[in-house]
């Protein structure tokens, strides 16, 4: 029998469960001051509802199964945006803005390499009903200080607009198949194939420059402008550049200017993005710890045109930053775990009781060795104190220890009053 772990998934043991959980309740507070209910989905549903929300590349990495009940093909949660967008359509009475939050798991196949994992741990949050910027910012705003608030200030938010693309497809006229191929050129920085690709195209020379060196647009809010007074002539490309200016100003109204970073070539993974697009990393870290935007047509696909903007972190990515740069607490603290060294173990049941009342972690001792031992295991497990019970015939006393060898002796009703 292989008693080990299938492929793409992981067992994190109690400390990293607690350092992670951790994390998770940061978060949540700063999303809940502004107004995010929490939501609860389902880990799976009908694969055809599903994927209704994903594009095909993330529909290849689903995980299907058959209903034994039905027979229907279900899937495991991909996405948790597609879900909310399904569960927004189905809700008979819609009131807006709606101000949804998620904690949970989604779960996609990726190639084993690495560190690559198929079962993701996301925190995020939907903001459904508005089309105006200051939604888009809000997001965004909720994002850095939820990031603020695990102490973390180098991180840097680039951002992009999937309208951009979409001018681009208008002005040349692509079909679905051309801009598919277009847009591959740019997510791998294809240079030679994308002027290839321009060629067959009768454009002026500044509009093949633009388009040409769309994946090599970087930097500030300069170059925005810039690219703004360079396109004139081209209302469909100013208009997204113009957006990013916008939200821009708005996000700097926050404070936020010196953390953003504008960033053209980098379309994001998800068909559904309509607008406003943006990944969130931390500076001396590869990976993104966060994804999020604009999906203003993703609810219309199941029912009715709705706009909406969200984010995502990903848990993991983020506790593995804060663990390699040592960032979060060693060990999960309890308070006290209890040695009684008497047969009827009344005072331990009584002081556990009292002190779990005042709200206080309390563990008891139950495996049979010399009371010293208990006591090195409970410092070396996070324990903050030991009540030993019983060392002494007054069974008004206890022993408590704040280290291996430090004690005092103390009344139990001074203890648990």
Known sequence: MNIGLPKGVKIFSPEETSQIKYIENKISNVIEKWGYDRLYLPDFEYFEVHKKALGSARENQTFRFIDRYEGEILTLRADFTAQIARYVASLREKEFPLRLYYNDDVFRYIPPKAENLWQIRQIGIELIGSNKFEADAEVIAVAVNSLKSLGLSNFQIDLNTVSLFYAVKDILHLKDKEFETFMSFIKRKEFFNLRNFLIKFDIDLDLKEFIENIPKYQGNVKLIESLVQKMQKYPNLINPLKELIDIYKILKSYGLESNLFFDLGEPKEFDYYTGIIFEI??????????????????????????????????????????????????????????????????????????????????????VDRDFKESIKFAFKNGFKYVIVVGVEKNKDEIYLYNTEKEYKKIKIEELIK
């Open 281 to 366: 990393f931390l500076k001396d870290f590869k990976k993104p710890i966060g994804i999020g935007g604009r999906y203003d047509t993703l609810i219309g696909k199941y029912n009715g045109n709705i706009p909406a903007t969200g984010f995502a972190f990903d848990l993991f990515n983020l506790y593995k930053y804060m663990k390699e740069k040592n960032l979060l607490l060693e060990k999960s603290k309890k308070d006290y775990l209890i040695v009684d060294l008497t047969k009827d173990k009344e005072n331990a049941y009584k002081i556990s009781s009292a002190l779990r009342e005042k709200g206080y972690k309390v563990a008891r001792d139950i």
